[in-house]
DNA sequence: AAGTGGTCTAGACCACCTT
DNA sequence: AGGTGGTCTAGACCACTTA
């Protein structure tokens, strides 16, 4: 075994809820049994389920068992942190990316206070508008510490920035703060999107972290009102 | 002892962080160096943590140690689950609660598909104006399984309906579905709000689930334009 | 009474970082 | 090499549910 066992189980048994091999709101093995059968001891397979939970795959009742949850609900899981090319993939919907600027500059004092830097660093600022079913519909602005990605391409843009950063340069994203509120469109808004007479936009404010916990990238999705969607799942209490 | 010892570990950490007492971006004792101070051993040592981390208290280095975030920016944290009443205490600002409406009633086919019930289950109806500076900016629609909550009164809906649901009660939230979209104001928006020239409003459902995953409330928060804000925390991957 | 999940322990080995 | 967090184990006791 060279990965983690919790892990695989917890994956093992996404992949058997999902499939549907495992029905909604039935009764998983008792933890007792997974040990068995997993040939694992109990914290391990206590670990896995717990991760289920969190997730919103299962339901712990104490002197009963483990439940799964419909979890068929989930068409738009903007929950998290998932990019635009994940999404639109799950989704199955034809989507294109436009990159509309590339540049490295110095960041104006908006910026500097996001990234929490001084006008010395240079920042990546990235815009590209996002386009599903023929209109485009959001405009993701992207401001990148240059310390932390040396090089871009407008080719590496078009794709995924996120697979880049995660697979070429091995950049370990750690966690994020979102920040969702609505704003009055910008010039830019109206110029790279189809903004029909909408006079409100949704923005979505992401500070973005490496596993260092050193703010890298902070990214303004700017999305249409009638398109704008956000799931969330949350447990109470602790 | 009485109660669980990593969560008396994890809320003595959160004070001393919120406190000032453990300044932001500073090394936490280690997890060898807590058990000491604890007396207690390491896997409940490492519980705790690891609450600290899922709710953005903390980053972990391997190798290197626990430090603290800067957790000062969370003026607003709609993130979880928290009803209007304690959000707008911790906000220290002045605010109110007019209830509109409060019935008993045989809901209208769209709630009887948001609550997965047919209309022979009565449900109670609270309609409730949040009032913040003189202005009614958030209208919640509750919608209550009345199987679940047999009595309900004015005077609780005017305080906290989720204090009588837990605390008189006993009743155990555990989980909720939320989603964020944007939509026309409907002529009860127009008629309990403070709408202005606004020509949408932010939609927020929240599916609320108890212990046993049953679904027992639909709630429907409509907040003015200029006045929502959602702040979400996100770790990334597992 | 038996089964279930919740908590806690003491110890082990590993991978990573610092010196 | 020593300290740190990450994983895993085997066993214990508890609280809750069901029969």
């Known amino acids: 075994m060279r990965v983690n066992k919790f892990l695989t189980i917890y994956e093992n ?101 996001q990234l929490n830097i001084n006008g010395k660093d240079s920042v990546w600022k990235i815009a590209r508008a996002r386009e599903l079913e023929n209109e485009r519909i959001i405009l993701d602005k992207d401001y990148v510490l240059q310390s932390v990605v040396p090089t871009l391409s407008k080719k590496i843009c078009e794709g995924s920035l996120f697979a880049y950063l995660e697979g070429e340069l091995g950049l370990k994203i750690s966690f994020a703060k979102k920040e969702i509120s609505v704003d009055e469109p910008t010039e830019e808004d109206y110029r790279y999107l189809d903004l029909k007479d909408y006079k409100h936009i949704v923005v979505v404010k992401n500070y973005i972290y490496l596993e260092d916990a050193s703010l890298f990238q902070y990214t303004e999705s700017r999305h249409r009102l009638d398109k704008f969607r956000f799931v969330d799942f949350a447990r109470r209490g602790h």
């Open 13 to 113: 048994l996404v992949e058997r809820i999902q499939s549907g091999n495992i029905k909604p709101n039935t009764k998983l093995p008792s933890e007792n049994e997974l040990v068995e059968q997993y040939g694992t001891s109990r914290e391990t397979v206590r670990k896995a389920l717990n991760l289920l939970s969190q997730n919103g795959y299962i339901q712990k009742i104490k002197g009963k068992g483990s439940f799964t949850l419909d979890v068929g609900k989930y068409d738009f899981p903007v929950s998290g942190l998932v990019s635009f090319k994940e999404l639109a993939e799950k989704m199955g919907k034809p989507w294109k990316t436009i990159v509309c600027e590339l540049d490295l500059e110095k960041p104006d004092p908006y910026i500097q206070k």
